[in-house]
């Protein structure tokens, strides 16, 4: 059975930094890619970025690029997404997902992490 369990949410300024974790098991992690999504509230989920476990291939929304960075540490079983400059518009429940490398759908996902950044 697979479990994520995501950390590293809270409350920051505007232009502040934080880093969310995604300690993840049972799952075969070179089959999967991981991912990070986000849900502000009365909007849909959005993706954020991803990273396939094997290779390290990193991929990020437009909002994120230059600012986040995502990243994985095969001993530790952990996604991270570190966030830098952050604004008001970051504001989400942030989610960590993972999905098998030849599905198209994430299929697994995270409790959910609140992230709150302030103006």
């Known amino acids: 059975q697979v479990r994520l369990v995501e950390s590293g949410g809270g409350l920051v300024q505007a232009g502040g930094s934080l880093r969310l974790s995604c300690t993840a098991s049972g799952l075969r992690f070179s089959n999967y890619f991981m991912g990070w999504f986000r849900q502000a509230p009365g909007k849909e989920r959005e993706f954020v970025s991803s990273?396939?476990?094997?290779?390290?291939?990193?991929y990020y929304a437009d909002s994120v690029k230059g600012r986040f960075t995502i990243a994985r540490d095969s001993a530790k079983s952990t996604v991270y997404l570190q966030m830098n400059s952050l604004k008001p518009e970051d504001t989400a429940v942030y989610y960590c997902?993972?999905?098998?490398?030849?599905?198209?759908?994430?299929?697994?996902w995270g409790q959910g992490t609140q992230v709150t950044v302030s103006s």
């Open positions: 990273v396939t476990w094997n290779d390290g291939n990193t």
């Open positions: 997902a993972a999905r098998l490398s030849y599905k198209v759908s994430y299929s697994d």
